[in-house]
């Protein structure tokens, strides 16, 4: 019995598991019902394992206790499908529109998602002898940090670690140019709020005899940067591991001009810091990021008052070596340290997420005792990329965050081999997201030929 991964993301869609959201809980619930009945017809014992939060399918194919052990994951959560409308088509019913599959979650993750269970269902239709043995973990969390992986890791340790993990939960720049992530910059956020004054105050009456929350919190927050752009937190690049020359020619060989990226994002000039390219500076630099900020009046028109409150909420990206707990930690000293005595200042902790980093074999610094599996599967990837892809791959540290890939390095102490199978045209994220068709079919051919290559003829 196999899968067509089209068909089974056109299901895939219908399922409105947003993890964000409660009234998608019968969505979520669905969405793994599926998934657990589509890994069970194809001959995977499956657990679903309760968590707090939403559950977590755990599926094994055990055949061999000495062959190699592949985890693959993925997710079956979506973000929200505001605003809907946005949308060209129902962002629950997956539409085919030229070369594409539109709909919620069809990238960013049931697509690869539905790629996984055609190659599944493919690799041991041919070979129902195949000796290898599989895990797949596939989690509704995602979307919301993550906030159940870490323990699910620890208590179920022994039935997941394995040779390495296959992972498509990361983008390529072009359907004929595969990218394979060798790097996430980590990320810890936090939200501030300063209060002031018990209400909202008239700005004629008392202006100029109190300090306003929002001028507390433009100081505060202009002085978290030095004017060069770079972060001036005590500590923050201490531990930083500098980019290697291997790292910064793979983002030399993207085809793309700074001219296409300053229309790809609708700007004018750029401002990386010292020492960083553009292209360089979105992947390899750490940064520190305001996301949103407000306090007082925000409708039409004016309304004179000095608000009682104002607020922040920032993150960090992280690159190798920073420690996400550690760099929280400096943050909160420094806005401790230079919050204006006339603000009472709240801090709101939020998720933290840890760097990754891989190094292909062949590449300088490789590990000499990296696991051989995962190294033929890179080596692998390398040679089937020519051919499908008609070159050699890019391997690229992106610069989003994936947390559970670090949480599984540090738990299990398994590397993960990403493989990018959205494109940014597929708008992850955002309204009319979709799925290319042919990532998807040459994604399909690369996992299937990933897996033939690991077990030994017997």
Request: one cysteine or more.
């Amino acid at each position: 019995m196999s899968f067509d991964s089209l068909s089974v993301l056109k299901e895939l869609v219908a399922f409105p598991s947003v993890s964000a959201d409660s009234q998608f809980k019968r969505g979520l619930a669905e969405a793994r019902d599926y998934l657990e009945d589509k890994l069970q017809s194809i001959g995977f014992t499956v657990e679903v394992i309760e968590t707090p939060v939403h559950p977590l399918l755990l599926a094994e194919r055990r055949v061999n206790p000495h062959a190699p052990t592949v985890v693959i994951y993925g997710h079956y959560d979506v973000q929200p499908p505001d605003p809907l409308d946005l949308w060209d088509s129902d962002p629950f019913v997956a539409e085919v529109r030229g070369n594409r599959v539109y709909g919620r979650g069809a990238a960013d993750n049931k697509g690869p998602v539905a790629v996984y269970l055609a190659v599944l269902s493919e690799l041991l239709e041919e070979k129902p002898d195949l000796d290898l043995n599989l895990v797949v973990l596939l989690e509704g969390e995602e979307e919301i940090g993550s906030p159940s992986f870490e323990p699910v890791l620890k208590k179920y340790a022994d039935r997941i670690r394995g040779d390495f993990v296959l992972a498509c939960d990361t983008g390529s720049q072009r359907e004929d140019q595969l990218s394979v992530t060798t790097g996430l910059r980590g990320i810890t956020c936090l939200e501030i709020r300063l209060k002031g004054p018990d209400r909202d105050l008239h700005s004629g009456i008392f202006g100029g005899a109190i300090l306003n929350p929002l001028q507390a919190l433009a100081g505060l927050c202009s002085s978290l940067h030095h004017q060069d752009g770079t972060v001036n937190v005590a500590g923050f690049y201490d531990e930083v591991i500098e980019a290697e020359d291997w790292e910064r020619r793979e983002i030399s060989r993207i085809d793309r001009s700074l001219d296409d990226l300053g229309k790809l994002l609708g700007v004018n000039h750029f401002f990386p810091p010292p020492g960083f390219d553009p292209f360089e500076a979105i992947r390899l630099a750490p940064t520190l990021e305001f996301n949103g900020m407000g306090g007082g009046y925000q409708g039409e028109g004016s309304k004179t008052v000095i608000p009682r409150e104002s607020f922040v909420k920032i993150s960090c990206r992280l690159v190798a070596n920073q420690d996400a707990g550690q760099i929280q930690r400096q943050l909160v000293q420094a806005i401790r340290d230079r919050c204006p005595p006339q603000m009472e200042l709240e801090i709101l902790k939020q998720h933290n997420g840890n760097p990754y980093r891989v190094v292909p074999p062949g590449k300088p610094h490789a590990p000499e005792n990296q696991n051989k599996y995962l190294a033929r599967a890179f080596e692998t990837t390398e040679a089937l990329s020519q051919s499908l892809f008609g070159r050699t791959p890019l391997f690229l540290t992106e610069g989003g965050s994936i947390p559970i890939i670090a949480d599984i390095k540090e738990v299990l102490d398994m590397d993960t081999l990403l493989i990018g199978l959205y494109l940014p045209g597929d708008n992850a994220h955002a309204p009319n997201e979709s799925f290319h068709l042919g990532m998807m079919g040459k994604g399909k051919e690369l996992l299937k030929g990933i897996l033939r290559s690991l077990p030994r003829e017997r």
